[in-house]
Each structure stands twice: as C-alpha cells, then as structure tokens.
C-alpha cells in the first residue's frame, strides 16, 4: 500500500515530530496504523491524508498516539525504584522532592515512584511528581489512573491494597490520596522551550523512550534534560540506553550496583 514516497514522507512527518526513527523494517508496522487511522477519518487517498495530517494537529496527534508504544507496568526496572529510594534519605536537596518522569506513557511510572516515596517519605507533601508524555491518548489513562492485572502484577500484593482501590472486573484505581501528587502534562522532549517550562527536578526518569531516537535526537533530548535537571540531581535511564555522548553532562555514578547519572554542575561564568 505504502509506495516508498509516501513511506519516506511519514517516516520523516514522524521523526520530526518526535525524534523516532522508523527504518523500512518497521514500514508494515507503519502501514497498518495508517490504515486504520485512514479508515477512522474517513479518508480514502493517502495524499489527502498527508495533507490532514500536515495542517491538523489533532489528526497529527491522533497518529503520533497511534504509531508510538506505550508498553509499561508497574514497578517496571525496580532496582531503580530502590535506588530513588535510597538516593532520598542520602541526599539533601530539601522539600519537596521533585521527580520527572518522561516519558510516563500511561502512568505507571510515576505512580510507582509516588508508591515508592510515600513509603519512605510517609508524608506525601514531601514529595511532588510530573509526568511528561507526547501520547494525549496515553495521559487520559495516566490521569484517570485505572488499571488491569497486567499492569500491576509486578507490584507488591500489600501495595496494591494500600493504595488501590478494587473495581469490578479485575481493575484497580489508583487512590486520590497518590493521584493527587502527579501532574500530567502533553509535552515533546525534543522542544526546548516546552521542557523549560517544567522547571527544575532533584530525580529524573527518561526510560525507554531513547532507544527509539537517533544520535542527533539523543543529544537534543539529553541537552534537555540536562536543563531540567538540579546541579548534582539524578538521571535515571532505561538499562539500553545511556548517556555516553553527552558525558560532560552527566557522569556515571553506581549505586547498588546500578548505573546512574548525576548531573555535573553548570560552568561557572567568568567574574569581571
Ligand atoms: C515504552 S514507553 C516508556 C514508558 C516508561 N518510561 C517505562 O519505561 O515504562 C515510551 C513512551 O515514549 C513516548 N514518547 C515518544 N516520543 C516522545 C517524545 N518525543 N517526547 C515525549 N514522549 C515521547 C511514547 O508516547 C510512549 O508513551
């Protein structure tokens, strides 16, 4: 279906648009998402599908949601969650800490996080938690916090009694109590004035979202996060990815046997 013009004109419509590569082996992949969204909007060239999604920014955000993956579930990677959790009571960057999670897909991470810091913390107005994603269909679920049994069987039975409440057919919704300290927001991590806009953040998670990028998106999205980062504060990346690049930015620390990043500190400018 897709002839290798329209597939090289989406391919760069995505990467644009989000930083994600899609080389021919995903095109089947790619063509069956078109497809569908194609069949929802009623369209029937796909010309005139390029030309909406060039000057419609919902139907561009409808088929960002489509073609990005959003696979995540509770206390994925825990040994970070232990880390973060040990990080808090070592470090002194005062109260409330805050925590980044970017990408946060459809919300699991940081409700994680906001578990793992309540249990240590114990008072949640110790803590405050955003969550970035470019996938708006990804943050309505992260925002109403409801879930199946495949995304909590990770997590530890006590925990989801704790802060769960049970609904009817095997789905469990997060508590108010923790839903209140994460903010969600729509955002790109390749925009620069968007993510300066989130402020500054003690612990920063950026999982799973890298491997996807080239070598230039990376180096944009770590300079990002670069800013948005405290001196001395924490990157936390997905155990592909790293930040071996940018390592003036950020160098490697190990904590219980797992990799890290703290951010060097901002040269200082020269006095007169
Ligand atoms: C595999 S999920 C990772 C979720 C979570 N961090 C984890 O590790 O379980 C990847 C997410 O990245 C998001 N994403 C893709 N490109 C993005 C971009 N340029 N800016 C922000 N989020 C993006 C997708 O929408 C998707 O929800």
């Known amino acids: 279906m897709l002839s290798p013009l329209y597939f ?8 644009e648009n989000t930083g994600i590569v899609f080389d021919e082996r995903k095109k089947y992949f790619v063509e069956n998402r078109v497809r569908e969204h194609m069949e929802e909007l009623n369209v029937t060239s796909l010309k005139d599908y390029i030309y909406r999604l060039r000057t419609d920014k919902n139907v561009l955000r409808d088929f ?5 993956v ?7 990677e825990y040994y970070h969650l232990r880390v973060l959790a040990k990080l808090v009571q070592t470090e002194n960057f005062g109260f409330p800490v805050k925590v980044l999670s970017l990408p946060c897909s459809t919300g699991e991470e940081p409700y994680s996080i906001a578990i793992v810091l309540s249990e240590v913390l114990e008072n ?29 069987s990770k997590l530890p039975a006590e925990y989801l009694r704790k802060y769960f409440e049970e609904l009817e057919g095997s789905r469990w919704r997060v508590k108010d109590t923790l839903r209140r300290r994460v903010r969600f927001y729509e955002g790109n ?3 620069r004035l968007f ?8 612990y920063v998670f950026c999982k799973n979202l890298l491997i996807y990028f080239d070598e230039r998106a990376r180096i944009q999205a770590i300079n990002n996060l670069y800013d948005v980062t405290v001196d001395g ?4 990346l997905g155990h592909a990815e790293s930040v071996s690049h940018s390592s003036a930015l950020f160098e490697p620390v190990k904590i219980e046997g797992t990799i890290v990043y703290r951010k060097a500190g901002e040269e200082e400018e020269d006095e007169w």
């Open 233 to 236: 504060g924490y990157l936390f």
């Open 195 to 202: 993510m300066k806009g989130l402020g500054k953040f003690h």
């Open 70 to 76: 959003n696979e995540t579930y509770f206390y994925r």
């Open 64 to 68: 960002i949601s489509k073609i990005t």
């Open 8 to 15: 090289d004109t989406l391919r760069d419509l995505i990467y």
């Open 124 to 152: 949640p107005l110790k803590f405050e938690i955003t969550g970035v994603d470019i996938d708006r269909n990804a943050l309505l679920k992260a925002r109403e916090g409801v879930y199946g049994r495949r995304s909590v």
């Open 189 to 191: 991590i390749l925009d």
